[in-house]
T-cell receptor, first 112, second 115 residues
């Protein structure tokens, strides 16, 4: 199994600003996924980016993947107070059972 | 569409008591199923995963066990709870969306407090 590590651990911004979170991993991957978790709730799948993709968009979310640096970033544009949550990345390598592992996440606080 | 159910939502149990958490998935067949535990302010720790009925793989040796009696049912159990078993338990399933690609989806979680 692979492991994603998110950076920074905590991020505090004002509403309307952009939020950028990073994820690093150790070995080759098949795909990388980003999730959001509101306090006390389950994880919500946000976006999947495949190893042969470099950038992907979904609404206000923009995910990039740099396999040469073994890193990914999640950009939330024009943040809202409702974006306050923890964000996690998960990776898995090629072949075999899908057994993603998660880092500690980035705790994002968006102040209204 | 697929749905994942977990119950109970919250649970308070004394040390030494048994545990049974249930997870069911609707709208899909032969999913991979997972149990994770999340300590306060921490990441997710994979406890068990299953690729089919009766097939359970354990990632962390501990006093917990898992069973998959039906294709879309995953149960997490313990004979005697420890204080360290407190945490937020999440069930998840994954679906194959392409050759070698899976997306994972999570249930709402169970908050377990062992007293």
């Amino acid at each position: 199994s692979q492991q994603g590590e998110e950076d920074p651990q905590a991020l505090s911004i004002q509403e309307g600003e952009n939020a950028t979170m990073n994820c690093s991993y150790k070995t080759s991957i098949n795909n990388l996924q980003w999730y959001r978790q509101n306090s006390g709730r389950g994880l919500v799948h946000l976006i999947l980016i495949r190893s042969n993709e470099r950038e992907k968009h979904s609404g206000r979310l923009r995910v990039t993947l740099d396999t040469s640096k073994k890193s990914s970033s999640l950009l939330i544009t024009a943040s809202r107070a409702a974006d306050t949550a923890s964000y996690f990345c998960a990776t898995d390598g090629p072949g075999g059972s899908y057994i993603p592992t998660f880092g500690r996440g980035t705790s994002l606080i968006v102040h209204p | 569409s697929q749905t994942i159910h977990q119950w109970p939502a919250t649970l308070v149990q004394p040390v030494g008591s048994p545990l049974s958490l249930e997870c069911t998935v609707e709208g899909t067949s032969n999913p991979n199923l997972y149990w994770y535990r999340q300590a306060a302010g921490r990441g997710l720790q994979l406890l068990f995963y299953s690729v089919g009925i009766g097939q359970i793989s354990s990632e962390v040796p501990q006093n917990l066990s898992a069973s998959r009696p039906q294709d879309r049912q995953f149960i997490l159990s313990s004979k005697k709870l420890l204080l360290s078993d407190s945490g937020f338990y999440l069930c998840a399933w994954s679906v194959l969306i392409g050759t070698g690609y899976r997306e994972q989806y999570f249930g709402p979680g169970t908050r377990l407090t062992v007293t």
